[in-house]
């Protein structure tokens, strides 16, 4: 099994309940966690952000097969520039 079967494998449950979930609830969930990394100061808001970035990517990851060249680097954009502003909260 390839590592990308394994990670496909371990995402049918998380994605499978986040199909039952009311389809307004997973965006407003990411919405209030990114507010309150940019509001939060410290390591707190870091970290929010962080789980923010982490969710992203795990939808990166599970996209990218389907993705062309440009789809790609604009995940990778918007990551680096969550990662970049995770930093940035994290130090003021």
């Not at 499978?16 to 990394?37: C, E, K």
Request: hydrophobic fraction near 65%; proline fraction near 5%.
């Amino acid at each position: 099994m390839t590592v990308r079967e394994s990670v496909e494998r371990a995402s049918l449950k998380p994605a499978l309940y986040l199909q039952h979930l009311p389809r307004w609830l997973p965006p407003v969930v990411i919405a209030a966690l990114f507010a309150g990394g940019i509001t939060v100061r410290g390591w707190a808001g870091a970290v929010l952000l962080l789980v923010v970035a982490a969710f992203l990517a795990w939808l990166a990851v599970l996209s990218w097969p389907a993705l062309d060249s440009r789809g790609r680097a604009l995940r990778v954009l918007a990551l680096a520039v969550l990662v970049a502003l995770a930093c940035w909260v994290g130090l003021r």
